[in-house]
T-cell receptor, first 112, second 116 residues
């Protein structure tokens, strides 16, 4: 089992819809969770991070964390064609691991 | 937000050559990282550093080596390049408030390496 799992997609949504991206992780001791966006051929760029259970909103983006169920999700409201990219979930491991573990990413396509 | 730079952006080189990929950041971040990513595939951590004179290997076995003599500089070296080293190499840094805490990583633009 991978440490961080994401559906590879592609997830296709129409412009203006809500895109929902999910991520599960295996390490119950994980404390920090990050969402990155990566356009084809480019490097990842941070969208947002979340530490506490519940929702965290930043503009059109909302991260949701449920540590009991070991999943974290990203909602994108009013999806735009420019949101089409691969979204990477990253998880901080236990205290013995001092770097992030990335999922393989979900490819999102927003249809105009 | 970090300013992090990588050179060269693209490199095509023959088998057996020694290469050094440069990475530098201007924000005084303690932690720096090297990732390898093939097209459409996931990121793999190959090296990381908590600070000057500190380096550790990551998850993915790599024939490369790194050094951290200055806070802002984290070069990656391949002594003898092979076609299997063809990939995208991404450098990242983070503030690193304490060794036990992972914080937000910011990525450089990457170096796309092709070994013929």
């Amino acid at each position: 089992q991978k440490e961080v799992e994401q559906n590879s997609g592609p997830l296709s949504v129409p412009e203006g819809a809500i895109a929902s991206l999910n991520c599960t992780y295996s390490d119950r001791g994980s404390q920090s969770f990050f969402w990155y966006r990566q356009y084809s051929g480019k490097s990842p760029e941070l969208i947002m991070f979340i530490y506490s259970n519940g929702d965290k909103e930043d503009g059109r983006f909302t991260a949701q964390l449920n540590k009991a169920s070991q999943y974290v999700s990203l909602l994108i409201r009013d999806s735009q064609p420019s949101d089409s990219a691969t979204y990477l979930c990253a998880v901080e491991g236990d205290t013995g691991r001092r770097a992030l573990t990335f999922g393989s990413g979900t490819r999102l396509q927003v249809q105009p | 937000e970090a300013d992090i730079y990588q050179t060269p952006r693209y490199l095509v080189i023959g088998t057996g050559k020694k290469i050094t990929l440069e990475c530098s950041q201007t924000m005084g971040h303690d932690k720096m990282y090297w990732y390898q990513q093939d097209p459409g595939m996931e990121l793999h951590l190959i090296h990381y550093s908590y600070g000057v004179n500190s380096t550790e290997k990551g998850d993915l076995s790599s024939e490369s080596t790194v050094s951290r003599i200055r806070t802002e500089h984290f070069p990656l070296t391949l002594e003898s390049a092979r076609p299997s080293h063809t990939s995208q190499y991404l450098c990242a840094s983070s503030e690193g408030m304490s060794p036990a805490r992972t914080d937000t990583q910011y990525f450089g633009p990457g170096t796309r390496l092709t070994v013929l």
